[in-house]
């Protein structure tokens, strides 16, 4: 599949942000018609809290693998861990409560810019223990079943916020704090999948197709 035009990094790359700032030089998911309580952000609930990593690798512009790891605090569907990957046009959930890595699949990696373009059929739910050591110092390493996931040499620190996120029609808001990094990978059955992490940006202002994140808050 060819790289999608929009990714998350290249709108955490924007840092802290309103969604006004971010619409200058960057297109973000569109707002969608909304109404009721929702559409008013000053009035929208949290519904996570938590922390949600992700890796995307290439090999020229063809996404090889993409793996969004999550750590939730609180949520509306409970607390847990789960990796969601795509691979080779599969979609494996391995999650310790399979409710919750349902609801994060369903509700939100799948309308992930990350996501667009690649074919997404209805995941394998697996239940598995999820391990996840998750930090803006170290990077990331998450491991679940034959799984695992690992992002370092974080290059940056800094702050995201917007309320304009669209997943599939529901606009959320979302705040973090983002770390992009140098280096990634993604083991299935201990081998290395294909692909490279994709870097950007300026050495002032880094980007990359992997991200530490912390301090995730949505709401809607």
Sequence with gaps: MTRPLLSRRRALQAGAATAAGLTAGLALPAIADAAGPASDPAQRKVVLVGANPGVQLFDGDTVTAYASVWTVDWSTHGAGAAIVLWHDGRVRVL??????????????????????????????????????????????????????????????????????????????????????????????????????????????????????????????
């Design 95 to 220: 999650t310790d409560h399979p409710a919750l890595g349902s609801w994060l699949e369903r509700t939100f990696t799948r309308f992930f810019p990350e996501a667009g373009g690649l074919p997404w059929p209805e995941p394998r739910i697996e239940r598995r223990a999820v391990h996840v050591a998750n930090d803006l110092a170290r990077g990331s390493h998450a491991r679940a079943g034959d799984v695992a996931v690992r992002i370092s040499g974080v290059l940056d620190r800094r702050a995201f916020a917007t309320d304009d996120f669209d997943l599939g029609g529901r606009v959320h808001s979302l705040s973090l704090v983002t770390g992009p990094s140098a280096a990634a990978s993604i083991e299935v059955r201990g081998r290395s999948l294909p692909g490279q992490v994709v870097r950007s940006g300026t050495p002032e202002r880094p980007s990359s197709s992997a991200f530490v994140a912390v301090a995730e808050v949505w709401r809607f």
